[in-house]
């Protein structure tokens, strides 16, 4: 393992490129891949070889229009950070510059010359690769390969537009402005163009670097769980998150705060590549993560069908019960208790889930890629702090919490509808009232259709409105009753939910 890894990390790091973000990619999945490779591939997080600073120094200049000496005060030669697309030096300032945004230390980013066309020949091959692929009927019926090249290829280009991630920077931290567990670094918008960005120095503690992290009085161990939170609720409820969380892009920074909760922040670096999560997606997203934390079976399985994983034919019904047999044996377990379980239990439980996923028509979105990168990168990172992190204990509480608020919708949705079946029932004395006057006054025109239909609605309406009411007792009796009988309360708080479905969707069909 240790010599394939060897032999790809020279391959990537002469291809430079996106074959570098692939190696990046992998040496942070410490979750899932051995040792011998993550640690053989580590180095590509922020270690590719730098480009001599007079080559960079020439695209500097023609991007700023002015020699360096005329824009900065100085710029060390050395680089602070040499990533895949670009390479990052410390600066200081002018004055005039400095009273204005507040800032004196500064890194600036500079594109790696010619990287333009390195990312082009990357996204032909994949293309290619990505056409190659679709004419396979397995990889076919799953995903839509070139929509999915493309999308790839949108990111890169746009990772390599420093105004867009400037725009980015500024958009993140507008997310996490009243949140005191986040920082980032502010953009000199005057020194920035699109092979150019000029940023606050922000260079802290690298996320992965436990001495360092433990010197400062910082320990590891608490960091993990702040920091999946932190990506949870990029994903799951700003839906506009990070979607390169490798540990090259991820400080701590010790605060002297006393006051603070805790003596250190999560800051974040390089918004080249991000992604959004649109509402639909997102919905899905927060019913997938409650049910995976609730252990439901069959609520994950019907989120992974909203999400768009599944398509909506798939008969799903094996899937839900290999689902609750994960969970009651595996559910819950951290990766290092994982490790514990005997191999042939793994093998054979693998063998049966294998076929049913196989036998499934799953699918992978267009929009799912970056969201399953960030996903996969913040598991490894966690693990990396702490060997026996247990996603699962960020998890629920963050899934309790998105559970409390899809009740507060659910409370929101079920008041508009009593108020509308009130009105309703308001204004129906009156109408009837009026109907009898009509009556008794003479001949009554009727059309037999028309009163069909007016007296199917009569009674659609009152079966609504007897399971409302039905729906608010059991409710309020579950209430009321769970102080003292935690289980009594909840059953028929549970109950309730039947006569709540029927009263919104009972007679729904036109006649």
């Known amino acids: 393992m240790r010599h394939v890894a060897q032999r790809f990390r020279v391959l990537a790091v002469d291809l430079g490129g996106l074959m570098i973000k692939v190696g990046q990619f992998l040496s942070s999945r410490l979750d899932v891949l051995p040792p011998e490779i993550t640690a053989e591939l580590e180095g590509l997080q922020d270690e590719v070889p730098p480009v001599p600073f007079p080559a960079l120094r020439v695209l500097a200049e023609a991007e700023l229009g002015a020699a360096l000496e005329k824009v900065f005060v100085s710029v060390e030669e050395t680089p602070v950070a040499a990533a895949s697309l670009g390479q990052a030096h410390r ?53 839509d390969m070139p929509a999915l090249v493309e999308e790839f290829a949108r990111t890169s280009l746009e990772e390599i537009d420093y105004l867009h991630e400037a725009a980015n920077a500024e958009r993140f931290a507008a997310d996490f402005a009243e949140d005191e567990r986040v920082t980032v670094p502010e953009v000199v918008w005057e020194r ?28 590891p161990v608490l960091v993990a769980p702040v920091f999946a939170s932190v990506m949870f609720e990029q994903l799951f409820t700003n839906g506009f998150f990070h979607a390169d969380p490798h540990p090259g892009n991820i400080f701590i920074t010790p605060v002297a705060d006393t006051s603070a909760e805790r003596n250190w922040k999560l800051t974040f670096i390089d918004f080249g590549m991000m ?32 999400v768009g994983v599944l398509v909506p034919s798939a008969d799903t019904a094996e899937l839900e019960r290999a689902m609750s047999q994960l969970f009651a044996r595996f559910g819950g377990m951290g990766f290092a208790e994982l490790r514990d379980v005997d ?52 998890i629920e509480p963050f899934a309790g919490q998105l559970l409390r608020d899809e ?64 729906f608010g007792a059991l409710l309020i009796a579950g209430a009321a009753v769970r102080g003292n009988d935690m289980v009594l309360g909840n059953v028929l708080m549970i109950v309730s939910g039947v006569p709540l479905l029927h009263g919104l969707w009972v007679g729904r069909r036109r006649l």
């Open 91 to 143: 600066a200081q300032l002018l004055p005039g510059d400095a009273a204005d945004t507040g800032l004196q230390s500064v890194v600036l980013k500079v594109q790696r010359p010619g990287i333009d066309a390195i990312v082009d020949v990357d996204l032909a091959a994949l293309r290619k690769v990505g056409g190659w692929l679709s004419r396979v009927r397995f990889v076919s019926k799953r995903v």
């Open 407 to 470: 009740r507060g919708n659910i409370v929101q949705d079920v008041a508009k509808q009593a108020l509308d079946v009130a009105s309703v029932a308001l204004r129906l004395p009156k109408r009837l009232d009026g109907l009898l006057s009509r009556i008794e006054g003479g001949p009554l025109p009727v059309s037999n259709a028309r009163l069909e239909r007016q007296a199917a609605r009569l009674n659609r309406l009152v079966q609504r409105l007897a399971s409302l009411v039905v």
């Open 192 to 219: 920035t163009t699109r092979r150019v960005l000029t940023l606050e120095d922000v260079t802290a503690i690298k996320i992965t670097d436990s001495k360092s992290l433990l010197a400062a009085g910082i320990d």
């Open 343 to 394: 191999q042939g239990e793994f093998r054979e439980f693998a063998v049966e889930f294998g076929d049913v996923v196989r036998s499934l028509p799953f699918q992978l979105p267009e929009n799912f890629l970056l969201i399953i990168r960030a996903m996969s990168l913040t598991s490894g990172v966690c693990s990396s702090l702490d060997p026996k992190f247990n996603l699962w204990d960020s």
């Open 275 to 306: 992604g959004e999560v649109t509402p639909g997606t997102r919905s899905g997203l927060r019913k997938l993560l409650i049910s995976a934390a609730s252990r439901d079976g069959k609520g994950l399985v019907d989120a992974i069908s909203e």
